[in-house]
């Protein structure tokens, strides 16, 4: 089986945010393989710190080298590059990433908000977290919104944090240059616009009139 192209999701096994961690470390261009702060000076400066830990992508996608797991992990970083968030919400923010997209694959279809939300609310359910499933549904939801959200809120600060990464950085949100393209570096694309646009022609194709289903105004 190939797993780039048939990823298996652990989704109702996943039940904490603890786990392994792997090593994420840089090539460069001596060939040699440092930790990203060495490679990347000029983040030391801005005391902005990459996030190389999210267990629970790991736990959902297994040893998959699915491109959605580095998509999670740049969009979350873009996400914690906004301001400064307890711990909560920087929880909040980490189980939306993990879910955002995740019904593209799951369910096989480019209208993916209600799927990727039905897995996030169960996991929710299934750690005891249901006062949180009307916010992080909302940030899911709203994540593809054309117009602002409220300011300072989790989900205009979700969608921001896609918008970066979906865009390639073109849109930066205020989030510093050299940050974007360490995160980038950190986390390479791995095929995952590739896969965006494959599901995009695939249901264009199919639903000629409503394209793209995810986008809201
Ligand atoms: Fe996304």
Known sequence: MDRRTTPRFNIDGVGSLRGKTGDR???TGDGRRYPVSFAYPLLSETKMKIETEIPLIDEI???SDHGYRNHVYRMVNFCFAQGEFDAEEKEKIVIAGC???LGIW???TWDYLPPSIDL???YLERTSREDWRDEISTMIDLHHRIRR??????VEIFRRGDLVDFS???FKCGIRRDFIRAV???FPNAGFHRQLATHACRWTVRHPLNPVPVLKW
């Not at 959200?149 to 989790?154: A, F, W």
């Open 120 to 122: 996030a609310n169960r």
């Open 149 to 154: 959200c409220e300011d300072g809120s989790l």
């Open 99 to 101: 879910f955002h997209d």
């Open 61 to 63: 996608l297994g040893d």
């Open 106 to 108: 799951s369910a096989d």
């Open 184 to 186: 980038k570096l950190e």
């Open 25 to 27: 470390r840089q090539e």
């Open 168 to 170: 390639l950085g073109l």
